[in-house]
């Protein structure tokens, strides 16, 4: 068999964590494949590190059956992460979690990219962020906020796959949903919260990791500090000295609020030292500001309608 062999190559977590692993069915077809020898695919590499096929790799050299691979050239490993994306993304069978997974670390290493080449131009007072987000959001057909939000929540799932990596597994397979909100507070957690979280999980059998399971069934003030105080009581007024109905009380009282978000968001501006802040707090701030944007958004267009 010409340019089949038996290499020796390396995996690197950085590389497969992109990789949605197939499900038990096609893992077996595809042993199959290999084992009647009817599977050509070569398997590719990237200065001896395997960036694509790594089933088959594993496979081949479980069963000793030479292979063939093809070496791919590229000039930083931010190439290879979007390259893995692209291709990944291409996938029928791809998940929507997984897919906003490849999204947000897609952006992530394209924003590096495109810094480092306009910094290289001399042109490193453009946002390198922006351009990176604008070219994800046509490639992959979604809006630039949204961009934001998947980079936040892959982030996220990083730091908890650093932690408790069997939780993030069974999140990015399907066998556990947990919202992308409740992703980015879990990420807060220490390890041993999240170990004793994810035991829980297991042994409750629990399949749907809601906000209101973490309040009431999974005793969230065990795993973090409070974040909710209890309601004060008040006395509900009788029909008769219930106030009229006024149609700009709410209009009128978002537009009294929001001068005091732009304060707190100059504050931070001003006084906070983004480069030593901890990549959770980083996190958490850039999703519920895409959020904000995201809601922004939709008021101003209903605003234009009228």
């Not at 096609?26 to 009647?36: N, P, R, S, V």
């Not at 030479?66 to 390259?83: A, G, N, Q, T, Y």
């Not at 409740?182 to 629990?206: C, P, R």
Request: aromatic residues 10%; contains cysteine; charged residues 25%.
């Amino acid at each position: 068999m010409r340019n089949y062999s038996i290499y020796t190559l390396k995996t690197k977590l950085e590389f497969t964590n992109l990789y949605q692993y197939l499900g038990e069915k096609d893992y077996k077809q595809l042993e199959q494949q290999i084992l009647c020898h009817s599977y050509h695919t070569p398997i590719c590499t990237w200065n001896g590190i395997v960036i694509n096929g790594i089933e088959a790799y594993e496979l081949f050299r479980k069963h000793s059956i030479p292979f063939r691979i093809k070496r791919l050239h590229f000039s930083s490993k931010e190439d290879v992460i979007s390259w893995i994306c692209t291709d990944q993304l291409k996938r029928e069978d791809l998940t929507n979690i997984n897919k906003k997974y490849l999204i947000g670390k897609k952006y992530d290493a394209e924003k590096i990219l495109v810094s480092r080449q306009l910094s290289s131009t001399n042109k490193s007072h453009i946002s390198g962020a922006s351009i990176a987000a604008k070219k994800i959001s046509e490639e992959c057909n979604v809006a630039t906020a949204t961009v934001y939000k998947y980079s936040a929540y892959s982030s996220a799932l990083d730091i908890i796959d650093e932690k408790v990596p069997d939780l993030v597994k069974r999140v990015r397979s399907g066998q556990l949903w947990i919202s992308q909100a409740n992703i980015i507070e879990l990420s807060g957690l220490s390890k041993e919260q999240l170990l004793s979280l994810n035991n829980y999980l297991l042994a409750e059998k629990i399949e749907h990791l809601s906000y209101h399971d973490m309040k009431r069934e999974l005793l969230w003030n065990n795993y973090a500090k409070p974040i909710l105080k209890k309601e004060s009581s008040v006395s509900i007024p009788s029909i008769r000295n219930l106030p009229q109905f006024d149609p700009d009380a709410e209009i009128a009282s978002l537009t009294l609020t929001i001068p005091s978000w732009n304060s707190s968001i100059e504050r931070v501006l001003k006084v906070s030292d983004f480069k030593i802040a901890s990549d959770t707090a980083k996190y958490k701030l850039k999703y519920q500001l895409m959020c904000l944007i995201s809601t922004t958004n939709n008021i101003l267009k209903k605003l234009e309608e009228i």
